[in-house]
C-alpha cells in the first residue's frame, strides 16, 4: 500500500502498425450515442484472444446487468492501439442506466488473469456492496463470479470501476459510467455521456510484450517513484533499455511523472477518432462529465451559453448562465452541464491548457446539416474556471458552519519521504496506519481538509456518503449548497466539509489520484456499532487501494 505504483497507464502503447488489425465498426466510443431514447439489453461476451479488438460500448438498462471483466486491445489514436482490460470488452464498459428506486443485480464475472471487483463510485449502497477487497468482499478470482444487488435510491451521474489494486487497473480501462434517472425523467432532449481519461502512449515502453494484457511478472508494488512534483513533471522516467518485460522493478527510482500520460482521451478515443455530438437547433442538451483518469481536465463548451446543474450527481439551486468559462473536472468528480442548442453549426466541447495532450481530448456538437470546420480549438487560451463556491443560489441546507457537531476531524493532506520512499499522509502516517474516523449512526460529522502538499493536488473521496461543501479557505459558500463526494483541493486549500453518518459500514476515504492513495492516502470511516459478516481470505490477494 504504501509503494508508489506506475499506473498501467502503461495502457503502454502497442502500435500494431503494418498489421492493421483495426476491424471496421468494432472500435468504438459513446460520444456520438444519443442515451435518452436507448435501451439495449444484453452483453456481448468478450474474446479470449490476445489480438481481440474491442467492441463500441452499449447502454444497459433493466433490473439484471451482466459484466465480464476480460482482455482486449483498443485502438485509442489513429494507428495507436493499447492493451486493455474491458468490461465487455469494451473501454469504457457499457453505460449502465436504470430508474431511481429500482433494486439491480449485476452479475460480474471475471475472466482475467488477476483478481478484480466493482466499486459503485458515489452510489451510496450498502457497505457489503462497496466492492473493496479485503475491506468488504474478497476480490473476485480468474474464473469466478460475483453478484452486487441494491437498490438506487439518489439520481444522478455516477460511475463504476474496479478497486482492486486500483491504480493499475483503472488504468488498463475497467470503468464504465453507471446513471440514475430520477423518476420525473430528465427533461432533455440529448443525454450525452464523456468519461475523460490519460493514457501512456509513447516512450521506451512500447517494447514491452503485454499480449494479452498479462504483465503479470512484472512487480510494480515495490517501485519507488522520488518526486511528488505536480502533475506538469517533467522528470525522466529513466528506461532506455526499451524492454521491461520479465524485469524486477523492486529497486527502480522513478519520478511522480504524470506528463508520462501523453495521450488524453473521450470515451477511450482520441482526436480524429472521438464521435460527434449531434444535435438538432432547438435542443436541450445534457453533458454529463465524468473523470476516470489521474489528472484533472478544463472543459470549455464552444458557440454556447451553458449552466452546471449538477456535481457529482447532486443538483446545483438555480445554476447561472455561464459563457467561455472552463469547467475543471479532477478525478473522480463528475459535472452535468446543459446547454440549448441555438447556435447552428460545429461547435468543439475541449480540454484547455498547455500540454499538447489536450487537443486529443475535443468533441464536436455538430448540428445537423451544418458545415464542418465551423469552429477553431482554442485549448492553449486561459479561461476563467467555474468558482462552485459562489455558484448558483443560497437555499435552506442540511449543515452550517456554526452547528454542534458529533464529531469534528482534521485530516492534513502532506507529500512526504519516509524510509527514501515518496509517500502520501494523513496527519503524517500512511494507510494501514491513518487513524479512522469512528462514528455511531446518526452522528453528525465536520471534517477541515487541509492539503499541505506543494505541488499536488488531492481530489479526496469518501465512500458510502455524500457531504455538504461549507467553506473554502476559511470564507463560506455563497451560492448553492454543494453535495459531493469527491473534492479536489489544490496546494494551499482548506476545504471544511460536513455530513451525516446514515450508511452503516467501513468505509474508505481516499484521494482519488490513486498513485497517491496507493502510496498511503487512504483512511476509513467505521462505524463502531456496525458488525459485518464478511471473512477476509489470507489466500485472495485482496488489495484495496
Given at each position: 500500500m504504501k509503494a508508489m505504483k506506475t499506473g498501467w497507464k502503461l495502457k503502454s502503447m502497442i502500435i500494431i502498425g503494418g498489421l492493421s488489425i483495426i476491424l471496421a465498426g468494432c472500435t468504438g466510443s459513446m460520444n456520438g450515442m444519443d442515451h435518452s431514447k436507448m435501451n439495449m439489453e444484453g452483453t456481448k461476451e468478450s474474446p479470449k484472444a490476445s489480438d481481440a479488438q474491442t467492441v463500441k460500448p452499449t447502454v444497459l438498462t433493466g433490473k439484471e446487468i451482466n459484466l465480464t471483466a476480460s482482455v482486449s486491445n483498443q485502438e485509442i489514436a489513429p494507428g495507436k492501439t493499447l492493451p486493455v482490460w474491458t468490461f465487455n470488452n469494451s473501454v469504457p464498459g457499457p453505460q449502465i442506466r436504470v430508474n431511481q428506486g429500482e433494486t439491480i443485480k449485476v452479475n460480474l464475472k471475471n475472466q482475467l488473469p488477476e483478481p478484480v471487483t466493482i466499486h459503485w463510485h458515489g452510489v451510496p449502497v450498502p457497505n457489503a456492496m462497496d466492492g473493496i477487497p479485503g475491506i468488504t468482499q474478497n476480490a473476485v478470482q480468474p474464473g469466478q463470479s460475483f453478484t452486487y444487488e441494491f437498490k438506487a435510491d439518489v439520481p444522478g451521474t455516477y460511475w463504476y470501476h474496479s478497486h482492486q489494486d486500483s491504480v493499475n487497473q483503472l488504468d488498463r480501462g475497467l470503468y464504465g459510467s453507471f446513471i440514475v434517472e430520477p423518476k420525473e425523467g430528465t427533461g432533455v432532449d440529448r443525454d450525452y455521456t464523456l468519461v475523460l481519461d490519460e493514457w501512456m502512449s509513447s516512450g521506451e515502453m512500447a517494447g514491452m510484450n503485454m499480449s494479452g494484457g498479462n504483465m503479470s511478472e512484472m512487480d510494480h508494488s515495490k517501485m519507488n517513484m522520488g518526486s511528488s512534483d505536480s502533475k506538469d513533471n517533467k522528470s525522466s522516467m529513466n528506461m532506455s533499455d526499451g524492454n521491461m518485460s520479465g524485469m524486477d522493478h523492486s529497486t527502480m527510482n522513478m519520478g511522480h511523472d504524470m506528463s508520462m500520460y501523453d495521450l488524453y482521451t473521450i470515451n477511450g478515443k482520441s482526436g480524429s477518432l472521438v464521435d460527434q455530438l449531434p444535435v438538432k437547433q432547438g435542443d436541450k442538451v445534457r453533458i454529463r462529465l465524468i473523470n476516470a483518469g489521474y489528472l484533472s481536465h478544463q472543459i470549455h463548451v464552444h458557440g454556447h451559453e451553458f449552466k452546471v446543474i449538477a456535481t457529482d450527481g447532486q443538483p446545483?439551486?438555480?445554476?447561472?448562465?455561464?459563457?467561455?468559462?472552463?469547467?475543471?473536472?479532477?478525478?473522480?468528480?463528475?459535472?452535468?452541464?446543459?446547454?440549448?442548442?441555438?447556435?447552428?453549426?460545429?461547435?468543439?466541447?475541449?480540454?484547455?491548457?498547455?500540454?499538447?495532450?489536450?487537443?486529443?481530448?475535443?468533441?464536436?456538437?455538430?448540428?445537423?446539416?451544418?458545415?464542418?470546420?465551423?469552429?477553431?480549438?482554442?485549448?492553449?487560451?486561459?479561461?476563467?474556471?467555474?468558482?462552485?463556491?459562489?455558484?448558483?443560489?443560497?437555499?435552506?441546507?442540511?449543515?452550517?458552519?456554526?452547528?454542534?457537531?458529533?464529531?469534528?476531524?482534521?485530516?492534513?493532506?502532506?507529500?512526504?519521504?519516509?524510509?527514501?520512499?515518496?509517500?502520501?499522509?494523513?496527519?503524517?502516517?500512511?494507510?494501514?496506519?491513518?487513524?479512522?474516523?469512528?462514528?455511531?449512526?446518526?452522528?453528525?460529522?465536520?471534517?477541515?481538509?487541509?492539503?499541505?502538499?506543494?505541488?499536488?493536488?488531492?481530489?479526496?473521496?469518501?465512500?458510502?456518503?455524500?457531504?455538504?461543501?461549507?467553506?473554502k479557505n476559511g470564507k463560506p459558500l455563497e451560492g448553492s449548497p454543494i453535495i459531493k463526494d469527491t473534492l479536489n483541493l489544490k496546494p494551499g486549500e482548506e476545504y471544511v466539509v460536513a455530513f451525516e453518518a446514515d450508511n452503516e459500514g467501513n468505509w474508505m476515504f481516499h484521494c482519488h489520484d490513486l498513485h497517491h492513495a496507493s502510496a498511503g492516502m487512504v483512511t476509513e470511516l467505521k462505524y463502531t456499532d456496525y458488525k459485518s459478516n464478511f471473512v477476509a481470505d489470507p489466500n485472495a490477494g485482496n488489495k484495496p487501494e
Open positions: 446545483v439551486n438555480n445554476p447561472g448562465i455561464l459563457k467561455d468559462n472552463i469547467v475543471r473536472v479532477a478525478p473522480g468528480e463528475r459535472y452535468d452541464i446543459e446547454f440549448v442548442a441555438n447556435n447552428p453549426g460545429q461547435w468543439l466541447i475541449e480540454d484547455h491548457g498547455d500540454k499538447a495532450a489536450v487537443k486529443g481530448m475535443k468533441a464536436i456538437i455538430a448540428y445537423e446539416g451544418a458545415p464542418a470546420g465551423s469552429d477553431k480549438a482554442n485549448e492553449t487560451e486561459k479561461l476563467t474556471a467555474v468558482d462552485m463556491s459562489r455558484y448558483g443560489q443560497a437555499s435552506k441546507a442540511n449543515f452550517t458552519l456554526d452547528q454542534k457537531y458529533t464529531l469534528e476531524y482534521t485530516m492534513n493532506l502532506n507529500t512526504e519521504m519516509k524510509n527514501g520512499e515518496m509517500v502520501y499522509t494523513i496527519n503524517g502516517k500512511t494507510f494501514p496506519e491513518t487513524e479512522p474516523i469512528n462514528v455511531k449512526k446518526g452522528d453528525t460529522v465536520k471534517v477541515r481538509l487541509v492539503n499541505n502538499s506543494k505541488t499536488d493536488d488531492h481530489p479526496m473521496h469518501l465512500h458510502g456518503h455524500f457531504f455538504q461543501v461549507l467553506s
